[in-house]
């Protein structure tokens, strides 16, 4: 091997990052990249050629005797799966790569299942089906979550991950019989769905020895937060402080050695990198998802910048006459590294190409590989889904990251897309550990929005004449003059509650101030449709009925109406001591208001790219995630009567019942002139959910709200609360210090923030509609880590 001359077959980042390691080596003469890509033609000693096709296997073979090859690498799976290796194993030029009987670990997830259970490796409970009846009746006979994996290759896209009943019936008529991912789909594996940690592990294997690079964690959700739909891959991050040494042993000793005995035992020995995807359970437990026959993408551009061994020795070892690999070192940087990959706008659904593209010098330990690009001359353009990636090492995952994101600074195409938490998980384990979720005081946002989805067939069958009976929006509308009043207006009605905000209350014997965040939590709720509130019903439930209690109650309810504008007009009491017990009471109230159609608000189709953001100060924590404030508050070991830590004139229950602001009347106001008339297109009520949920609902599934929360100081109360909650849980259970947020045409924007200013508002301009691509976030948080 003290002279090779390689041929590499692909044109993707994997591919660029093999060329790119390989040419390091001494004992390379030279690469030829068939057809390679925008990144691997600037590269030394590599050629690309489009002489022959990647997928001509026998011209491949003849290309590869006329230019002396002596070492074949396959990078996609696709080659390996069709049997390139038995092609040039004739000729008699080696491959890194395993045969067509062993790439059907990978070519078939039918294979690779039966193969495991065969051999006693762990993985989630399973059934495979050809028939789609019959996998349509499994469906509907369990209860369990599941994952639909069509069995074929799918360029790593071929897995639904259903929420209901109706997802995974309708994703598996989108693979079985729509033929979502081709003949892939002829066959599905339905798999239990397994709760965990994902890793990655890459290793070179000789047929025999086993040796593994650094376990990686991909980030295969196209949306930040692990959201929308599945890609290849939006960056990727390696090592992971899950993968301790203990773990990584037991992975070697119970999945991957016994893997790599089978495969060999049962005739079809492994040579070239295997890919094993795991779930680490949360008591530890590994199990395998899939299994890849080469490597992956883009945790090959993450993890080859780790090693320091030489590439193209450790692909002789394995891939040449005598397996060596055992004697050959495999040495890994104790350094970590982080690739953010970055997409054509539209990926992963469809997208345009040829875009003009710049890309500029990187500086030392950050390096930039291209995946679907292309040079023409001396034009870089884009010429794929998955286009470029960034990628960069430092002395610690944090300093990777930061240089990565400085790495992806260096990028510029129109439309460019990239997830923005690469690595997120790693810092929630690691600096938030001790830190509360909403989940953990009882509260599942996750689980309201399931209900939402659940129930919104039945509400649909109640419609009518005036309303459509659709429900997510912030109140819902009966248009009277459809519904058999002609020339009436549309009236909106909302109903909330107080929530475990009254518990609080119960606590300090105050209850005015409840009264008023009732109202408060309906009439704010009309106004961004663009209602005005003119009446308001309350219902109050209790053990017994206190009458200084409840009318205290009632009397702040009545202060809400008189501060909105509303009147009430009427509620119910009710005793129920088997229901509630001791001085425990609840209460909730509906309020209704009333607009013209051209009053009607979000105006989603009006929406542009570019529209500006503003935000309305909030009072403080509202009504909302008092769940999880109360567990801080005991965390902390603090009564309700203790001095505040916030706010030193107060104690923590008087500076908690601080009641929810009303915003009604500024906003009446600026929306019945000009500018605000035609600027303001939708505004959103920040609640339960916080601004993660809540903006996106006033908004149309083509744009996304880019928000930067430095663009105000975040109320004290919440920065003693973010001590205890992590960021990301802070942005979707808190209003964090902006109540209201209202989106506004550029142009009318400083006439609309004046008109609220002099309404006695304090205003912040919060940032701007961007496009979203599909399965995209609909609120994304810029510079979530200052809340850290």
């Known amino acids: ?223 930040d937060g692990d959201t929308g739909l599945n890609t290849g891959g939006m960056g990727c991050y390696a090592p992971t402080k899950l993968a301790t040494p203990e773990l990584l042993a037991r992975v070697e000793r119970e999945i991957l050695q016994p893997t790599i005995d089978g495969m060999r035992n049962d005739g079809f020995p492994f040579k070239g990198c295997l890919f094993t995807g795991l779930m680490i359970a949360p008591d530890g437990t590994p199990k395998v998802l899939e299994y890849n026959v080469r490597f992956g993408d883009p945790e090959t551009q993450t993890v080859l910048p780790l090693l320091e061994s030489d590439l193209a020795k450790i692909m002789y070892a394995c891939a040449g006459p005598i397996p060596y690999l055992e004697d050959v070192p495999v040495k890994v940087s104790n350094k970590f590294s982080t690739t953010v990959v970055v997409a054509a706008p539209g990926y992963p659904e469809s997208y345009p190409k040829n875009i003009p593209m710049q890309v500029s010098a990187a500086p030392q330990d950050i390096t930039i590989f291209h995946a679907g690009t292309k040079l023409t001359g001396d034009v870089l353009a884009t010429d794929g889904g998955r286009v470029i990636a960034a990628n960069a090492i430092g002395d610690s995952l944090r300093a990777a990251v930061d240089k990565a994101y400085e790495g992806v600074k260096l990028i510029n195409f129109d439309g460019m897309y990239y997830r923005k938490d690469i690595a997120h998980r790693a810092f929630r384990k690691s600096d938030t550990s001790d830190k509360l979720t909403y989940a953990q005081a009882g509260v599942s946002i996750d689980a309201g ?187 902390r070991g603090l009564d309700y009567t203790d001095a505040c830590p916030w706010d030193s004139s107060k104690s923590v229950g008087e500076a908690l019942l601080t009641p929810t602001k009303i915003y009604v009347k500024p906003l009446l106001k600026v929306l019945a002139s000009e500018p605000g008339a035609t600027a303001v297109k939708g505004m959103a009520h920040i609640t339960g959910g916080g601004l993660t949920e809540n903006v996106p609902r006033m908004l149309p599934k083509h744009l996304s709200a880019e928000i930067d929360v430095a663009a105000w100081e975040m109320p004290s109360v919440f920065k003693w609360l973010a001590e205890s909650v992590e960021p990301v849980e802070m942005a979707r259970t808190f209003n964090t210090g902006i109540g209201m947020v209202v989106t506004v045409a550029a142009e009318g924007v400083e006439g609309v923030i004046k008109g609220l200013e002099e309404a006695g508002e304090k205003v912040y301009r919060l940032g701007k509609l961007t496009n979203r691509p599909e399965g995209g976030n609909g609120c994304e948080l810029r510079n979530l880590e200052s809340w850290a």
């Open 449 to 635: 929005n399931e209900l939402v989805d659940r129930i919104k067939a039945a509400v649909a069958t109640t419609r009518r004449p005036g309303a459509d009976a659709v429900i997510g929006g912030f109140g819902g509308e009966v248009d009277l003059s459809h519904a058999g009043f002609p020339g009436a207006p549309i009236i909106v009605g909302a109903i909330d509650g107080v929530g475990t905000k009254l518990i609080i209350a119960q606590k300090m014997n105050k209850h005015d101030t409840v009264g008023i965040d009732l109202v408060a939590m309906n009439v704010n709720d009309l106004v961004v449709q663009g209602a005005e509130p003119f009446m308001f019903l309350d219902y109050y439930g209790c053990s017994r009925l206190d009458v200084s209690v409840a009318a205290s109650f009632v009397e702040g309810v009545a202060k809400g109406c008189l501060e909105s504008g509303c009147a009430l007009v009427g509620g119910e009491t009710a005793e129920m001591p088997d229901l509630y017990t001791g001085d425990d009471y609840d209460a909730a109230g509906a309020a209704i208001g009333v607009m013209k159609s051209e009053q009607r608000l979000p105006r989603k189709n009006a929406m542009t790219e570019g529209d500006v953001l503003i935000g309305l100060a909030s009072s403080g924590v509202h009504s909302n995630g008092f769940s999880l404030v109360r567990k801080v508050v005991q965390k």
């Open 1 to 223: 091997m003290s002279s090779l001359r390689i041929l590499l077959i692909g044109n993707g980042g994997r591919e660029h990052a093999l060329a790119w390691k390989l040419a390091q080596s001494p004992y390379v003469e030279s690469i030829v990249a068939v057809p390679g890509n925008g990144g691997t033609a600037g590269l030394p000693k590599v050629t690309n050629s489009t002489a022959v096709k990647a997928n001509d296997y026998p011209g491949l073979v003849e290309f590869a005797k006329k230019n002396n090859i002596n070492l074949v690498v396959p990078g996609p799976e696709a080659p390996l799966v069709d049997g390139i290796e038995g092609f040039f194993r004739e000729a008699g030029i080696p491959v890194f790569g395993p045969s067509k009987e062993a790439a059907r670990m990978e070519g078939s997830k039918t294979f690779s299942k039966d193969f495991m259970k065969k051999h006693n490796i762990p993985t989630a409970a399973y059934e495979n089906f050809s028939d789609y009846e019959k996998a349509s009746e499994y469906l509907k006979s369990i209860s369990h979550n599941v994952v639909i994996k069509a069995t074929g290759l799918a360029a790593g896209k071929g897995v639904i991950i259903p929420q209901t009943q109706e997802e995974a019936q309708q994703g598996l008529k989108d693979i079985m019989q729509d033929k979502a991912f081709g003949e892939a789909g002829n066959e599905v594996v339905i798999e239990e769905f397994l709760v965990g940690d994902e890793l990655s592990i890459l290793s070179f294997c000789d047929g025999t020895t086993i040796k593994s690079l650094p376990a990686a964690q991909d980030h295969k959700r196209i949306g």
